[in-house]
T-cell receptor, first 116, second 109 residues
Framework: GAGVSQSPSNKVTEKGKDVELRCDPISGHTALYWYRQSLGQGLEFLIYFQGNSAPDKSGLPSDRFSAERTGGSVSTLTIQRTQQEDSAVYLC??????????????FGPGTRLTVL | EDKVVQSPLSLVVHEGDTVTLNCSYEVTNFRSLLWYKQEKKAPTFLFMLTSSGIEKKSGRLSSILDKKELSSILNITATQTGDSAIYLCAVDRDDKIIFGKGTRLHILP
C-alpha cells in the first residue's frame, strides 16, 4: 500500500462501550507502534510490535487496553469499557524494524476517538 | 518517576530568527534522546542523540546532548514559516520511550 492506514478515522462512542481501532502498516514493515495524542498533552507511546510480538505492554494506560497483531501485518487496539479520558487521537506508525524507535516511522492519519 | 520536560511550552518568533528549544530529562536506563517535529497529527523523526557533546545537524536544524546536565537543545537557524510545529523530545529507555509535552513553535512571516 501507499502508506499506513487506520480505521475508522473518527469514532464517537458512549462511555462504557468497547471500541476497536485498526492499523494497516506499510507492507513489509516489521515494526508497528501505537501512540496516543490527548488534547494538551504530549505524544504518549502505548505499545510497539516487532513482528507479532509486543516486548513491553507497560505503556498501555490500563488493563482496559489491549493490542494484538497477527500475521506480522494488521494490528488492532481494543479499548474496553471506554471512559471519557480515553478521548484522544490514536496514532499508528510502522517502520522497517531494524532499529526500534529510531528507524523512520511512517505514521497513519490517526483515529480520533471521542467518548461521550 | 521518569520524566522529560521541555521548555518553553510555546514560542512565537519572526521569520529569520534563530530559536533554541530545551529538553531535560530524569530517566533511568537512558539509551538515547529523540527529537521529533509534529505537524498536524504525525510526528516526524529529526534526531537521535546518544553521545554527549556531539552535534547532529540537518540543514538549519541542529541538536546536541549533554549527559552531565541531563539535557538537550534543538536549534533552528533562519527560521521559516514552515518550521511552525510542535517539537517533541523523547527519551528512549529500554523498551519504552517517554515523551515531553512538546514546544509549540510559531513562526510569524
Amino acid at each position: 500500500g501507499a502508506g499506513v492506514s487506520q480505521s475508522p478515522s473518527n469514532k464517537v462512542t458512549e462511555k462504557g462501550k468497547d471500541v476497536e481501532l485498526r492499523c494497516d502498516p506499510i507492507s513489509g514493515h516489521t515494526a508497528l507502534y501505537w501512540y496516543r495524542q490527548s488534547l494538551g498533552q504530549g505524544l504518549e507511546f502505548l505499545i510497539y510490535f516487532q513482528g507479532n510480538s509486543a516486548p513491553d505492554k507497560s505503556g498501555l494506560p490500563s488493563d482496559r487496553f489491549s493490542a494484538e497483531r497477527t500475521g506480522g501485518s494488521v494490528s488492532t487496539l481494543t479499548i474496553q469499557r471506554t471512559q471519557q479520558e480515553d478521548s484522544a487521537v490514536y496514532l499508528c506508525a510502522s517502520a522497517r524494524g531494524t532499529e526500534i524507535f529510531t528507524d523512520t516511522q511512517y505514521f497513519g492519519p490517526g483515529t480520533r476517538l471521542t467518548v461521550l | 518517576e521518569d520524566k522529560v520536560v521541555q521548555s518553553p511550552l510555546s514560542l512565537v518568533v519572526h521569520e529569520g530568527d534563530t530559536v533554541t528549544l530545551n529538553c531535560s530529562y530524569e530517566v533511568t536506563n537512558f539509551r538515547s534522546l529523540l527529537w521529533y517535529k509534529q505537524e498536524k497529527k504525525a510526528p516526524t523523526f529529526l534526531f537521535m542523540l546518544t553521545s554527549s557533546g556531539i552535534e547532529k545537524k540537518s540543514g538549519r536544524l541542529s541538536s546536541i546532548l549533554d549527559k552531565k546536565e541531563l539535557s538537550s537543545i534543538l536549534n533552528i537557524t533562519a527560521t521559516q514559516t514552515g518550521d511552525s510545529a510542535i517539537y517533541l523530545c523523547a527519551v528512549d529507555r529500554d523498551d519504552k520511550i517517554i515523551f515531553g509535552k512538546g514546544t509549540r513553535l510559531h513562526i510569524l512571516p
